[in-house]
């Protein structure tokens, strides 16, 4: 292909019910309806549209212990503030004692980056609610050589930041990690408080916006590498 290969990687937040993974699901229709139909017309690469949690590997853990313990799944099930607080002070405890958030990422990025190299660029959005973790990773993967990644020739590797606001507060919360959300000085801010048919439109705008022209790999070598 003649245009760059590359991967955006997207760290996404907002508190629980903000609608991060229906923006996601919305991005990835108009991904296939809109932006990648005209990209193979001029033979351009198609993107990838991945969607990855930094919370999965807790969420494994407590629907292990809800399988034994009625009244922990009675809250997995309703997402409580009861199992939005034991996620997130079981992420804090992996991640201050075996940094398992950064080791487990980047183990699934750097395989996502040599798919790439062969295939289609990439859209990677990364649910993540602490704004540490999210400054952590993106300086990680701006780093052409550190603890993380290394150069993988030919390849562009850029990042951004969204946040999905308007549906809930952060206060209304009593977990760390949801209450913190807004603690970061996000790329993007979108507003989810109407409709779904108001945030179909937002979805397919900011695509047209960063990634219809790889405006945001274009943009590469303004990234601190």
């Known amino acids: 292909m003649s245009d760059t290969r590359g991967i955006v990687v997207c760290f996404i937040n907002g508190?629980?019910?903000s609608?991060?993974?229906?923006?996601?699901?919305?991005?990835k229709k108009h991904m296939e309806e809109h932006i990648n139909a005209t990209r193979s017309e001029r033979n351009k690469r198609r993107y990838g549209v991945v969607n990855y949690s930094t919370i999965d590997y807790e969420r494994n853990i407590l629907d292990i212990?809800?399988?034994?313990?009625?009244e922990v799944k009675k809250s997995c099930d309703k997402k409580d503030n009861n199992y939005r607080d034991c996620l997130s002070h079981m992420k804090q405890t992996l991640d201050s004692v075996y940094n398992t958030s950064m080791t487990m990422f980047f183990e699934f990025y750097i395989k996502l980056c040599r798919e790439t190299l062969v295939k289609n660029n990439m859209l990677l959005f990364v649910?993540?609610?602490?704004?540490?973790?999210?400054?952590?990773m993106a300086k990680a993967i701006r780093s052409v050589y550190g603890d993380y990644t290394?150069?993988?020739?030919?390849?562009?590797?850029?990042?951004?930041?969204?946040?999905?606001?308007g549906r809930t507060n952060p206060e209304d919360f009593t977990n760390e990690s949801d209450q913190s959300v807004n603690d970061y000085n996000y790329?993007?801010?979108?507003?989810?408080s109407t409709t779904l048919e108001a945030l179909d439109v937002k979805a397919l705008?900011?695509?047209?916006?960063?990634?219809?022209?790889?405006?945001?790999?274009?943009?590469?070598?303004?990234?601190?590498?």
């Open 15 to 17: 508190t629980g019910g």
């Open 65 to 70: 212990v809800a399988n034994h313990y009625p």
């Open 187 to 192: 790329d993007f801010v979108i507003d989810n």
């Open 205 to 225: 705008a900011w695509l047209r916006t960063n990634i219809e022209e790889d405006q945001l790999l274009s943009g590469y070598n303004s990234q601190n590498h």
């Open 150 to 165: 290394y150069p993988l020739p030919g390849l562009h590797a850029v990042t951004t930041t969204i946040l999905i606001d």
């Open 19 to 27: 609608g991060k993974d229906t923006f996601v699901q919305l991005v």
């Open 127 to 136: 649910h993540c609610r602490e704004p540490e973790n999210i400054e952590k």
